[in-house]
């Protein structure tokens, strides 16, 4: 039995054979006798009719990225924040999934490479595991679509909450152990999405930046806190998202990239940090040649459930693999 496509159906009708045949998008024109050159005119007009919805899908990830929404925030390091890059709902929608999942936050020991809690870190937060669901998978696509990183090399992301008083002291995102760079190599980038806005504190700020001239002279936000005064620093708006490398160009850590988050004042801060590193980081340590996706939908379709429900195209067995094995996380 053939493998069958994730949401589609094959239709078709009975006929005096025991056999069914697929009814072709050109058959009614064809039923319907016309004149040969009146069928290839509707035939003609159906597939540009096709052909520009299979393009529309296809850049649909991309439209929405605006590079005029996109200001510097600094080149030492580079850092870019994207206005207005989440929804209202997609805000919602990731708070709303962290909620009743929050912990207190850990940090990573420099020398074991394990998380262990700190003083240094006050927050509280939780992982959501990739492509969880639609909403989650087309913020994934949005990421990948900006910074022109692969999907696989990012990490699940993690969705904080910051109270009053509490901060991220700073840190860098880049690791100095070699536990955490076995899977995936070094944090290359960190997209950092406001999912609030807050009304004092809670900035992200650069202590070793270099803040370019045309920005400084337009700075004069007066809202900005002490912590933020010490270097350059981004506000948290809601739906603004924050790019930054930890490495510079020639693939080493940056030390510019230091950063940290400043101690929430007045309000409440959430945001939702993705990690992504210089190598694959669902490739599984040991695994076989086997594990991968052979098709750029495959989240996406894991997401709408497609593992369970069309298990034979996307998982397939031992003789015949299917095509989203990485996904559906069989492997």
Request: proline fraction near 6%; aromatic fraction near 8%; charge should be neutral.
């Amino acid at each position: 039995m053939s493998k069958q496509f994730p949401g589609k159906s094959i239709s078709s009708r009975s006929s005096s054979s025991s056999t069914s045949t697929p009814i072709t998008v050109g058959e009614p024109i064809i039923a319907m006798k016309l004149p040969p050159f009146l069928q290839s005119l509707f035939l003609l007009s159906i597939c540009s009719v096709l052909l520009q919805c299979l393009s529309s899908q296809a850049a649909s990830a991309t439209s929405i990225i605006s590079p005029a929404k996109v200001r510097q925030v600094s080149w030492n390091p580079r850092a870019f924040v994207y206005q207005g890059f989440l929804t209202e709902l997609e805000c919602d929608h990731l708070i709303s999934l962290a909620k009743s999942e929050l912990k207190r936050s850990a940090v990573a020991d420099n020398l074991s490479g394990q998380s262990k809690l700190s003083e240094v870190r006050t927050s509280s937060g939780m992982f959501i595991p990739k492509a969880k669901d639609p909403i989650v998978a087309g913020i994934e696509e949005k990421i990948s679509t900006w910074t022109f990183l692969p999907k696989e090399n990012g990490e699940d992301i993690q969705v904080l909450r910051y109270e009053y008083g509490q901060k991220y002291d700073p840190h860098y995102d880049y690791f100095t152990d070699k536990v955490n760079i076995a899977r995936g190599g070094h944090r290359l980038a960190t997209v950092l999405m406001y999912l609030t806005d807050v009304e004092k504190g809670g900035e992200t700020v650069f202590p070793n930046a270099e803040e370019p001239p045309r920005r400084r002279a337009s700075t004069t936000d007066e809202d900005l806190s002490d912590c933020a005064k010490k270097g350059v620093a981004v506000k948290p708006r809601r739906g603004d998202a924050l790019l930054f490398f930890s490495l510079l160009p020639e693939a080493v850590p940056d030390p510019n990239s230091l950063h940290a988050g400043c101690p929430v004042i007045e309000g409440e801060k959430w945001s939702a940090t993705k990690w992504i590193h210089v190598d694959s980081f669902d490739k599984i340590v040991g695994a076989g040649e086997n594990c991968t996706d052979l098709n750029d939908s495959c989240e996406r379709w894991a997401a709408l459930g497609e593992c369970t429900k069309n298990s034979e195209y996307m998982v397939g067995s031992a003789e015949l693999p299917g095509y989203c094995r990485r996904s559906c996380k069989v492997c």
